[in-house]
C-alpha cells in the first residue's frame, strides 16, 4: 500500500474566501502549488546547478468539499506513478477532522535545465521515488 505523507498546512483566510464563504478555487491551486515544492524539497531535492528539474506538465483538481472562512488542514502527498521522464503526484487537501476538501493530481515532467527539453529523472532520485510508492514518504 502507498503511504502519504503531510507536506503543507493551510488556513481558509476570510481574504482567501469567494462571495459564498468558500475558499477561493486560486487559493486552492496555490495551496496544492506550495505543497509540490514542499514535497520535492521534503524528499531532498533540490534543483540548481544545472542538474534535471521537475516541471508540471498537467494539474487535475477536484473539489469533493467546501472549505469555509477558518477552515484549518493540512495537504498529505504520495508519489503515484514513476515513468522514464515523469513522476505523478497526488495531493490530498482534509480539514482537521479528517474531511477530503479537495484533491490535486499533478504530473511532472523533468527537463535539462539548458536546453529546456524533456530528460530521463536522475537515477537516485528515481529509486528514490519508486521506493515511495510503497514505503512511508519520510
Known sequence: MTE???????????????????????????????A???????????????????VTLEVKTAFKHEALAGT???ITAVVTKVGQKSVGLRFDMHDAEG?????CDVIEVFMDATSRQSCAIPDALRNRLEAYMTQPLV
Not at 474531511?99 to 484533491?103: C, E, R
Open 36 to 54: 509540490t515544492f514542499i514535497f520535492w524539497d521534503g524528499i531532498g531535492f533540490r534543483p540548481g546547478d544545472g542538474r534535471p528539474m521537475p
Open 4 to 34: 502519504t505523507r503531510v507536506v503543507s498546512s493551510f488556513v481558509a483566510h476570510t481574504w482567501l474566501c469567494d462571495h459564498f464563504g468558500h475558499l477561493n478555487v486560486r487559493h486552492y491551486a496555490g495551496a496544492f502549488d506550495d
Open 99 to 103: 474531511t477530503l476538501l479537495a484533491s
Open 72 to 74: 484549518v488542514g493540512r
